[in-house]
Antibody
Framework: QVQLQESGPGLVKPSETLSLTCTVS????????WSWIRQPPGKGLEWIGH???????DYNPSLKSRLTISVDTSNNHFSLWLNSVSAADTAVYYC????????????????WGKGTTVTVSS | DIQMTQSPSSLSASVGDRVTITCRAS??????LNWYQQRPGKAPKLLIY???SLQSGVPSRFSGSGSGTDFTLTISILQPEDFATYYC?????????FGQGTKVEIK
């Protein structure tokens, strides 16, 4: 059974770079999209972006200028870097697997990590 | 971006009730619509994909319907463990977007 685990600093200073890694265990990183989603305290879900195993990415335009997502297929993990952070980036960050149904293009996020809280504060 | 709007934002219901949550897309998205359940302090859990397909392991009291711009999530007989927040999400295009959530509370 595929499991995802987020890791990274829980506290980041304003204007610095937030860096998180999602480790995939129990399955291959190949042939799926791998996504980052965040949830500010008391608010809803915001899609950050995703990456395919080939390295193809799609980013949320609201974050694109500050965002990089990469994948390491050899070590079965993918990572997020968000630079120039501010208090508005304080959130629980989730990683998730996005797959398509059998023989279709209907994509959905079927496996999620538990989430990691990142606070931006000096 | 495709905007997703859920209604209501919250509702109160009793165990055994039938509950319906609606989701409207700002443009036609075919059946590229997913539903998730999120309990407090937990990650979202996929319930329904492709508007009406039940994810493996999800109880059959959950069902989804709709296409184009209007979608519905129905819980046929509300159980205690169903008190949670529900989100719709479109996968028609990027950026993927979520509805603002519907919180189902105990009456």
């Amino acid at each position: 059974q595929v499991q995802l685990q987020e890791s990274g600093p829980g506290l980041v200073k304003p204007s610095e770079t937030l860096s998180l890694t999602c480790t995939v265990s129990g399955g291959s990183i190949s042939s799926y999209y791998w996504s980052w989603i965040r949830q500010p305290p008391g608010k809803g879900l915001e899609w950050i972006g995703h990456i395919y195993d080939s390295g193809r990415t799609d980013y949320n335009p609201s974050l694109k200028s500050r965002l990089t997502i990469s994948v390491d297929t050899s070590n079965n993990h993918f990572s997020l870097w968000l630079n120039s952070v501010s208090a508005a980036d304080t959130a629980v960050y989730y990683c998730a697997r996005e797959k398509a149904g059998y023989n279709s293009y209907y994509y959905y996020m079927d496996v999620w990590g538990k989430g990691t809280t990142v606070t931006v504060s000096s | 971006d495709i905007q997703m709007t859920q209604s209501p934002s919250s509702l109160s219901a009793s165990v055994g009730d039938r509950v319906t949550i609606t989701c409207r897309a700002s443009e036609s998205i075919g059946s590229y619509l997913n539903w998730y359940q999120q309990r407090p302090g937990k990650a979202p859990k996929l319930l329904i994909y492709a508007a009406s397909s039940l994810q493996s392991g999800v109880p059959s009291r959950f069902s989804g319907s709709g296409s184009g711009t209007d979608f519905t999530l129905t819980i046929s007989i509300l159980q205690p463990e169903d008190f949670a927040t529900y989100y719709c999400q479109q996968s028609y295009g990027t950026p993927r977007t979520f509805g603002q959530g519907t919180k189902v509370e105990i009456k």
